[in-house]
């Protein structure tokens, strides 16, 4: 066991794309628990588009990760001493312990993962927060009903995958926009989607004429831009936008590109609504038992994409998002 | 009596604002009823920053008026002449009897009216599709609660006036936009705002910061452009944006704006949603009955910006909405 602590701590708030000197890679003392408190080793770590937002210093839904302190992020650990009753040596916890190798925690916002259901990793996607994401926003903020037509972009990314797998579970015609022909391929392929499009190759307007005759009854959106506005022309009667994220604005470093067809939610009689997963915390068993049931019976596919290193590989893995390269679940597994 | 019917049709599709040459001045003859029909003369017509969009050829709530049509307006007419067992001469009837001195009708979609009761304009007004959209935009598509924090822009105008009227009669912080030390001194003098915000002399935003300290909980959009962009800075959590119109977007000839703040919707948890006021329908005789009773216990005062004229004044009347030359509800009353 190593002595020290490495860290990946924010250094300086990005403009536009996060480059290499906006962190900062520490190594400090490994620390012992103290009363009430367990340690513990950090075994896979999650990347998250979201993340990009908690860099920046404005109002959101989290305050933004300070100048100096570690990166916020999500991880399972492996506890290795314990003074707290709930944890012992050799449990597996989730929760948001940071990019660093070492981790203290007092439990709070932390809950033990039982790894013999599921790989540790599946707790930081189908079983974690993309998980709850894609479950609550679109059975509770879509309001989605059976039968119908629901349309996701980022489709092939960790909360994409499993709105359609989800939706196609309740029955529904699943449509995801991806980012080349691999992604297309994985949709339509492993992960049971009506149909593909390759934001890269057609014209997304296009496209959705054809694979959504009669409208979409529910658009879920994590990308925003271009895609977001081509959506908007095709909405079905009283149809729901759900705003999950905008991964192609995170970056920019001019203002967000507002959908420049949002009179169409009047025309359509339709309505568009963004939430924070956090809100549904009381409801998290739920969503976990249905989502453990489609993974057990085959209705869902896990797609993970595992990246082997150490937390000095954490900035360039954050990078893979905003580039399109990971398929599935990004995570950073220390070897 | 006139042997000659004088009406405003569309000549050709306008690109950006409406120009002169865009409509088409006919003198046809006055046609009898046939059976089961009435026949009567215009005396008031109603003026809708609506009526900019149903120029357009493109899919909307309603099919384009077409070109060489007599354009589409909501009027009252003094019924003359009827073979209708509903209709007798004298009657006043609402409906969408269009841009012309003389009407035949079957009566579908016309309504008797009360003339004793309020005066004809007033049934294009508060107890008419402003009135109506007003009503259900705030109460059922912006869910109001009592003791709410509103906002509301085109404040001065027809449907803008009644919806913070409503909106104080319902127990309600009332913040209104409009343009102009005159539109905003009537909203916070006659008509019992809480506080104006005049979006030519001030920064929207600031003044909102200022007004809705604690966020807004309904904002009633008629406006669209910087203005929408600066309420959605301010939404409180849980809020709901009611796209009612988009009056600054209507005579571009470039795209929409589209709301560059959209991403606020996911920080507040808040949703955007659009309407059409005729799905209410069924519901206009419990509105009208609200707002009637409003009106007589003087908490909604009705403010009607009337031009006197002929059918030929329709042109630069309609021009008066985009300039922001109206305060209250815009009729031309036929001398």
Chains 1, 2 share one sequence.
Not at 222 to 241: C, P, S
Not at 303 to 308: D, G, Q, R, T, W
């Amino acid at each position: 066991m190593s002595a020290t602590n490495r860290q990946i701590r924010l250094a300086a708030r990005p403009v536009g794309d996060v480059k290499p000197e906006d962190w900062e890679r520490r190594s400090v003392p490994v620390e012992e628990p103290g009363p009430g408190q367990f340690a513990g080793r950090t075994l896979v770590i999650s990347l998250d588009p979201a993340m990009r937002g908690w860099l920046d210093d404005r109002p959101s839904y989290l305050p933004p990760v300070g100048l100096g302190e570690v990166m916020r992020a999500g991880s399972v650990i492996e506890v290795t001493a314990s003074n707290h009753p709930d944890y012992r040596p050799g449990d597996h916890v989730v929760g948001t312990f940071g990019v660093q190798e070492y981790v203290v925690s007092d439990g709070k916002g932390a809950m033990k993962v039982d790894t013999s259901l599921a790989p540790p990793s599946t707790y930081l996607g189908a079983l974690g927060m993309p998980g709850m994401t894609a479950y609550f926003g679109l059975l509770d903020v879509g309001a989605l009903k059976d039968g119908e037509t629901v349309v996701v972009s980022g489709a092939a990314g960790a909360v994409g995958s499993l709105v359609g797998q989800i939706a196609k579970a309740k029955g529904c015609r699943v449509v995801g926009i991806a980012g080349g022909p691999e992604k297309c391929a994985l949709l339509t392929g492993e992960l049971g989607f009506d149909a593909a499009i390759d934001y890269r190759a057609e014209d997304v307007r296009k496209a959705l004429r054809r694979e959504a005759p009669d409208g979409i009854d529910v658009y879920f959106d994590n990308v925003g831009g271009d895609i977001l506005d081509a959506a908007l022309t095709r909405l079905a009667m009283h149809a729901r936008v759900v705003i999950c994220g905008a991964i192609s604005q995170y970056n920019n470093s001019t203002p967000v590109q507002g959908p420049s067809n949002y009179l169409t939610l009047l025309v359509r009689r339709a309505r568009m609504e963004g939430f924070v997963v956090f809100d549904y915390a009381k409801r998290y068993a739920e969503a976990a038992r249905d989502i453990a049931g489609w993974i057990q019976d085959g209705r869902i596919k896990v797609k993970e994409h595992v990246v082997k290193g150490t937390v000095d590989d954490f900035p360039d893995t954050l990078q893979m998002l905003f580039r399109g390269e990971n398929i599935g679940k990004l995570v950073l597994e220390l070897t």
